[in-house]
């Protein structure tokens, strides 16, 4: 056991300025006290954690530690869930995160909750379909686990089954009745003592209804703050409408004096690639990506049903670095100045790369163009695809530049974790011939630089739970604002 002993020769670099505990062996996952070195420190120098958000985090792993799966405060409140009382059996309160769709939309989803949890003092709880979290990351917070624990000791049944019919969902209890809240905003839970709800699903996916949106009211957190259970399902990033809820923003303000800098530490504290993925990541940098200038990351995705190579797609691509400058100018004459960069492309299809590198290969940039994989499609419930996936987003953060397409969260992602505010290449789902014969022209411009490093918040709620109406979400505070991708979306900017 000596060598898994937690380190004592941490430089501040690699616990990234405190955000990370050092109570971790190096050998469990190398990820974690690694990550800095791939990053360049000046780029993020003047973006540390603040003292405030160390203290938050430290007193949440304790949290953790005290009330997680194994605990006796843990077996207690899996007694009072059973037993199907609302009343807490401790004072230890849990939230289940319940997240669904690609890699990057579930990494954004769990961060959310991440920081719900922190918030509202919760002890997070991971529930992972397939083993598709205990497969890519490192457990979080030391001492526990942050995975449910799963099989026929957690009493609520298939978790990936609750929608937005579900009885137990916030929305559908407020509209029965069976919760409420006060005309002062005083809470409550109308039948009180003995037959209040278990638990409350908080059903947070776009084409979510009125009642289910009350979650970003205050007097609905006030309420919510009596669940000792709480099942959150989302497949978004839900930051930005957490910097909209009143009673959130003096707590957040705090932890995040730079506000557009959450999901980058959230991203670096929350995510630590498993070791044979991060020894993908290192292996393939160190071969391919080391020892050049400037590293320009294209990360390219086609939302369409047939996977066809697109050349607007292309060409998009290219307008946007040759405009913006990103690589060198390809000239007739037949002397080539090679720029010390290097190219790194990821995208399902091998086709765009290999356009790209007859345009730039060839000794036009130095370091040369590269590709680590190309599944061809989008693969659901597969481990070995979700890993080559969570490689290319963290090679993706290591680079100096990046172009991403609009609306993707792989691309959020690496732009979030490497503090790099990328182009945008706009993009429009094609699902249809006929989408493809009206879509394909390359937009003007073909890229916009993107205002903060925040991911986009793709469903939001428009009402304003004072005014009792919706507004305009992008005008409410001066630092959310619509996204430059999603006109309807939100991001802290
Ligand atoms: P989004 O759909 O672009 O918002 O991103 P998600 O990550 O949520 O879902 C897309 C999924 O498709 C990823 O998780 C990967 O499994 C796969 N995928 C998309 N683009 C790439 C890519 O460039 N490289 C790899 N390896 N997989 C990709």
Same mark, same amino acid.
């Given at each position: 056991?000596?060598?898994?002993?937690?380190?004592?020769?941490?430089?501040?670099?690699?616990?990234?300025?405190?955000?990370?505990?050092?109570?971790?062996?190096?050998?469990?996952? $190398?990820?974690?006290?690694?990550?800095?070195?791939?990053?360049?420190?000046?780029?993020?120098?003047?973006?540390?954690?603040?003292?405030?958000l160390?203290?938050?985090?430290?007193? %949440?792993?304790?949290?953790?530690?005290?009330?997680?799966?194994?605990?006796?405060?843990?077996?207690?409140?899996?007694?009072?869930l059973?037993?199907?009382?609302?009343?807490?059996a401790?004072?230890?309160?849990?939230?289940?995160?319940?997240?669904?769709?690609?890699?990057?939309?579930?990494?954004?989803?769990?961060?959310?909750?991440?920081?719900?949890?922190?918030?509202?003092?919760?002890?997070?709880?991971?529930?992972?379909?397939?083993?598709?979290?205990?497969?890519?990351?490192?457990?979080?917070?030391?001492?526990?686990?942050?995975?449910?624990?799963?099989?026929?000791?957690?009493?609520l =049944?298939?978790?990936?089954?609750? =929608?937005?019919?579900?009885?137990?969902?916030?929305?559908?209890?407020?509209?029965?009745?069976?919760?409420?809240?006060?005309? %002062?905003?005083?809470?409550?839970?109308? !039948?009180?003592?003995?037959?209040?709800?278990?638990?409350?699903?908080?059903?947070?996916?776009?084409?979510?209804?009125?009642?289910?949106?009350?979650?970003?009211?205050?007097?609905?957190?006030?309420?919510?703050?009596?669940?000792p259970?709480?099942?959150?399902?989302?497949?978004s990033?839900?930051?930005?409408?957490?910097?909209?809820?009143p009673?959130?923003?003096?707590?957040?303000?705090?932890?995040?004096?730079?506000?557009?800098?959450?999901?980058?530490?959230?991203?670096?504290?929350?995510?630590?690639?498993?070791?044979?993925?991060?020894?993908?990541?290192?292996?393939?940098y160190?071969?391919?990506?080391?020892?050049?200038?400037?590293?320009? =990351?294209?990360?390219?995705?086609?939302?369409?049903?047939?996977?066809?190579?697109?050349?607007?797609?292309? !060409?998009?691509?290219?307008?946007?670095?040759?405009?913006?400058?990103?690589?060198?100018?390809?000239?007739?004459?037949?002397?080539?100045?090679a720029? !010390?960069?290097?190219?790194?492309?990821?995208?399902?299809?091998?086709?765009?790369?290999?356009?790209?590198?007859?345009?730039?290969?060839?000794?036009?940039?130095?370091?040369?163009?590269?590709?680590?994989?190309?599944?061809?499609?989008?693969?659901?419930?597969?481990?070995? %695809?979700? $890993?080559?996936?969570?490689?290319?987003?963290?090679?993706?953060?290591?680079?100096?530049?990046?172009?991403?397409?609009?609306?993707?969260?792989?691309?959020?992602?690496?732009?979030?974790?490497?503090?790099? $505010?990328?182009w945008?290449?706009?993009?429009?789902?094609?699902?249809?011939?006929?989408?493809?014969?009206?879509?394909?022209?390359?937009?003007?411009?073909?890229?916009?630089?993107?205002?903060?490093?925040?991911?986009?918040?793709?469903?939001?709620?428009?009402?304003?739970?004072?005014?009792?109406?919706?507004?305009?979400?992008?005008?409410?505070?001066?630092?959310?604002?619509?996204?430059?991708?999603?006109?309807?979306?939100?991001?802290?900017?």
């Amino acid at each position: 056991f000596l060598q898994d002993a937690p380190p004592s020769d941490l430089t501040a670099d690699q616990l990234l300025d405190g955000l990370l505990t050092a109570e971790f062996s190096k050998r469990s996952c $190398r990820s974690r006290y690694e990550f800095a070195s791939y990053h360049e420190k000046k780029k993020n120098a003047s973006h540390k954690p603040s003292p405030y958000l160390l203290g938050k985090l430290r007193r %949440h792993e304790a949290l953790q530690k005290r009330c997680g799966p194994g605990t006796a405060p843990y077996r207690a409140a899996v007694r009072q869930l059973k037993s199907g009382k609302g009343a807490a059996a401790t004072d230890c309160r849990y939230l289940i995160s319940i997240s669904y769709r690609g890699l990057g939309n579930r990494m954004l989803a769990t961060a959310s909750a991440f920081l719900y949890a922190v918030l509202t003092d919760r002890v997070l709880l991971i529930h992972q379909y397939k083993q598709d979290i205990s497969a890519l990351f490192c457990e979080p917070f030391p001492g526990t686990t942050w995975l449910l624990p799963s099989g026929r000791s957690f009493p609520l =049944g298939h978790l990936r089954d609750y =929608g937005i019919g579900s009885n137990e969902s916030l929305g559908n209890m407020l509209k029965a009745n069976v919760i409420s809240v006060g005309a %002062h905003g005083n809470a409550s839970w109308s !039948d009180g003592g003995d037959r209040r709800p278990p638990f409350v699903y908080l059903h947070l996916e776009g084409g979510y209804d009125f009642h289910d949106k009350l979650f970003y009211c205050d007097e609905h957190q006030l309420l919510l703050h009596g669940a000792p259970w709480l099942l959150m399902k989302t497949d978004s990033y839900l930051v930005p409408g957490l910097f909209l809820v009143p009673s959130f923003q003096d707590e957040l303000g705090r932890m995040f004096p730079e506000k557009d800098m959450a999901f980058f530490h959230l991203g670096r504290y929350l995510f630590h690639p498993v070791n044979d993925v991060w020894r993908a990541v290192t292996s393939y940098y160190r071969t391919n990506l080391a020892g050049v200038g400037q590293r320009v =990351g294209i990360q390219i995705r086609v939302f369409q049903k047939k996977p066809t190579p697109l050349q607007h797609i292309l !060409d998009q691509v290219l307008s946007c670095v040759r405009r913006e400058k990103l690589l060198p100018e390809i000239t007739s004459s037949s002397k080539i100045n090679a720029s !010390d960069q290097a190219i790194l492309v990821t995208s399902l299809s091998a086709w765009y790369y290999e356009r790209i590198r007859e345009e730039y290969g060839g000794g036009r940039v130095a370091g040369g163009v590269h590709q680590p994989s190309h599944e061809g499609r989008q693969k659901w419930g597969d481990t070995s %695809h979700d $890993r080559r996936a969570l490689s290319e987003m963290y090679l993706l953060s290591t680079c100096d530049v990046l172009v991403t397409t609009g609306f993707s969260t792989f691309g959020y992602v690496a732009q979030g974790l490497g503090g790099i $505010r990328p182009w945008i290449m706009p993009s429009t789902p094609i699902w249809s011939e006929s989408d493809l014969a009206e879509k394909k022209e390359v937009p003007e411009p073909p890229c916009v630089r993107a205002m903060s490093v925040e991911p986009c918040f793709h469903s939001p709620s428009y009402y304003d739970c004072t005014a009792r109406r919706d507004v305009d979400v992008g005008k409410v505070v001066p630092y959310v604002r619509h996204c430059e991708d999603v006109s309807w979306g939100i991001k802290i900017a």
